[in-house]
């Protein structure tokens, strides 16, 4: 069974005024744990905004949600399909899992698809 992306232990949060101590009283009644950014880390939060960036501009504006059921859908795709199959320049192009061997020089191209074409991976296929 696929693990569901939205079962969070801890939010991190950044301390603007918005975040009451009632947001956190809330959240913590719910069982989770709240962790505020230190003061004047501006860029501390950069990788999670990128990253709500990234699945907001590559799966989510595509479409039209339905329902949670149709959100953890799209969500646990979008991160198989970034955690598994793109590779990173940063990283001479290796995805960030998996297996990082020399892919073969031979054989078919085949392509895996996720949401219907949106996310498309294309590796070789041993022969």
């Given at each position: 069974?696929?693990?569901?992306?939205?079962?969070l232990?801890?939010?991190?949060?950044?301390?603007?005024?918005?975040?009451?101590?009632?947001f956190?009283?809330?959240?913590r009644?719910?069982?989770?744990?709240?962790?505020?950014?230190?003061?004047?880390a501006?860029?501390l939060?950069?990788?999670?905004?990128?990253w709500?960036?990234?699945?907001?501009?590559e799966?989510?504006?595509?479409?039209?949600?339905?329902?949670?059921a149709?959100?953890?859908?799209?969500?646990?795709?979008?991160?198989?399909?970034?955690?598994e199959?793109?590779?990173?320049q940063?990283?001479?192009?290796?995805?960030?899992?998996?297996?990082w061997?020399?892919?073969p020089?031979?054989?078919?191209?085949?392509?895996?698809?996720r949401?219907?074409?949106?996310?498309?991976?294309?590796?070789?296929?041993?022969?």
């Amino acid at each position: 069974m696929a693990r569901d992306h939205f079962d969070l232990g801890h939010v991190i949060r950044d301390r603007d005024t918005k975040f009451s101590g009632l947001f956190d009283t809330i959240l913590r009644s719910q069982g989770k744990g709240v962790i505020p950014l230190p003061v004047r880390a501006p860029n501390l939060n950069a990788f999670a905004e990128r990253w709500v960036q990234s699945i907001k501009q590559e799966c989510l504006d595509h479409f039209i949600v339905v329902g949670e059921a149709h959100l953890n859908f799209l969500v646990n795709e979008y991160v198989a399909h970034y955690t598994e199959e793109m590779p990173r320049q940063a990283k001479e192009n290796l995805l960030l899992t998996g297996d990082w061997s020399a892919p073969p020089s031979e054989g078919p191209i085949r392509c895996r698809m996720r949401l219907g074409g949106l996310l498309n991976h294309y590796y070789r296929q041993a022969a």
